[in-house]
């Protein structure tokens, strides 16, 4: 056994038992809850067992901490997550992993909102956290002053977005029976005073004492003195901007840090003015803005959250890709060959070098001859813009067409084929190592 495991099982062995001990108190308080509001036996007893396991039998053996029994994650799992995750495909995996769950629970939301598969969900993702921590290379990721929030945060997005879905399937099954929906059958009048300045106090109070625990169990995560000579690898901003960070990647500055952001405040601006369907207003529903919700639900939550967990758990040493159990080791080399498309087309298809202008040639000559080498991306980049949206009127998007009128519909499909423009660079980047479409580093253009 390796001592240096052993000495960390015996440094988290006293949180991993009060972790265990608070998944059974949860346990135990939904129990009761559960028989107070349906009298039932078989759901409370379960969890009263499951309740049981936790603070019987985990708890104990995580205050242990003995090598044989010390509850954690099996090998073959943790081994098979770093294979999956940590080699050259695992963005790839990773990405395209997490585009499918989403759409496994939209397609399937009406069985993952029921409350006892969401809460079977809930003990299985909190036990897998807890085996996890028993890996001293995920423990040092998750547990990380940095990175606990986001933790935290994930939880809470996964919560907040089962209870609005569920919310929506109820809604959408209500309006099958032609009867109101929630927000409509239970519209009561609440009065600022004192109703909403008394629970806006509980909470400013409750979360006031919980930033205090916090502030007390957890060291903040202050590093020492910048220095030029000595910076952190790796180096990352703000969680809330680890999504632009990763845009970086694929992306010229001018181009992740201003025109993508710009067009997302730009298009959260325009959605009072393209919209055209007046259902759904003032009530949690799917059926009635399936459009809309499928394309927010990929903005925030694909192209978003998922590059934040990205960048917070997968990206480490020189902003290469590690998987959750592996260690962060700095001398880990991916040699990559990143290559524009003008590369590609001249030199590996051609079998010629780059069109250069002479030294001594004009500005005029020199404009020639860059759009003559980048031809191919121009090309491409104009029929993406400008032959896609009349592609789209004509065949899937006619309807919308139809309703919004021309100047609407071009607005939100340009903002449509913007969003796109990250999906596709990532997936050109990792599946052949394409740099950009169009480059054009004399003048910083690049896309």
């Not at 059958?185 to 930033?211: Q, R, S």
């Not at 590093?223 to 680890?242: D, G, H, I, M, R």
């Not at 055209?276 to 003032?282: S, W």
Request: hydrophobic content about 55%.
């Amino acid at each position: 056994m390796d001592p240096n495991l052993l000495t960390h099982w015996q440094n988290i062995s006293g949180f991993l038992g009060f972790y265990y001990i608070a998944l059974a108190l949860m346990n135990g308080i939904a129990a009761f809850v559960v028989w107070r509001r349906s009298h039932a036996t078989v759901g409370p007893v379960l969890l009263l067992l499951l309740s049981l396991v936790y603070v019987g039998v985990l708890a104990p053996l995580a205050f242990s901490a003995d090598a044989t029994w010390m509850p954690r994650m099996p090998s073959w799992f943790t081994q098979l997550t770093n294979e999956i995750l940590g080699g050259s495909w695992g963005a790839v995996i990773y990405t395209v992993g997490s585009i499918v769950l989403l759409g496994g629970l939209f397609v399937a939301r009406k069985f993952f909102v029921r409350p006892d598969v969401a809460w079977i969900l809930l003990n299985a993702s909190l036990l897998a956290l807890g085996l996890s921590f028993s890996d001293p290379n995920f423990y040092a990721i998750a547990a990380k002053p940095d990175n606990v929030p986001i933790v935290g945060l994930i939880f809470l997005l996964g919560f907040f977005t089962w209870l609005a879905t569920s919310r929506a399937v109820e809604n959408d099954a209500r309006a099958l029976e032609g009867r109101p929906p929630l927000e409509k059958e239970n519209d009561e009048k609440i009065l600022v005073w004192p109703d909403l300045v008394y629970t806006e106090l509980i909470c400013m109070i409750l979360l006031t004492a919980l930033l205090l625990f916090w502030a007390i169990g957890l060291d903040a995560p202050l590093e020492e003195p910048a220095s030029s000579v000595k910076t952190p690898n790796p180096s990352k901003a703000p969680w809330y901007f680890l999504g632009l960070q990763e845009m970086l990647v694929y992306f010229d500055p001018w181009m992740a840090g201003v025109v993508l952001p710009s067009l997302i405040v730009v298009g959260l601006m325009a959605i009072p003015y393209l919209d055209f369907n007046p259902k759904g207003n003032g009530y949690y529903t799917i059926e009635d803005r399936k459009f809309s919700y499928l394309m927010y639900q990929f903005g925030f939550l694909v192209l978003w959250i998922t590059l934040i967990v990205l960048g917070t758990f997968l990206r480490g040493p020189n902003w290469n890709i590690f998987a959750v159990y592996e260690y962060w080791d700095p001398h880990k080399v991916e040699a990559l060959n990143n290559i524009d498309l003008s590369n590609m087309f001249w030199e590996q298809l051609m079998g010629v070098s780059l069109p250069k202008a002479p030294n001594e040639a004009g500005f005029f000559t020199q404009l020639g001859f860059i759009l003559y080498r980048e031809w191919l991306g121009i090309a491409v980049t104009l029929l993406y813009f400008i032959m896609l949206p009349p592609l789209m009127a004509a065949t899937v998007f006619r309807g919308f067409f139809v309703k919004m009128g021309f100047m609407r519909f071009m607005v939100m499909s340009n903002l449509i084929l913007f969003m796109a423009l990250l999906p596709i660079k990532m997936v050109l980047r990792w599946t052949v190592n394409l740099k950009y479409i169009i480059a054009i580093p004399e003048y910083f253009l690049n896309l």
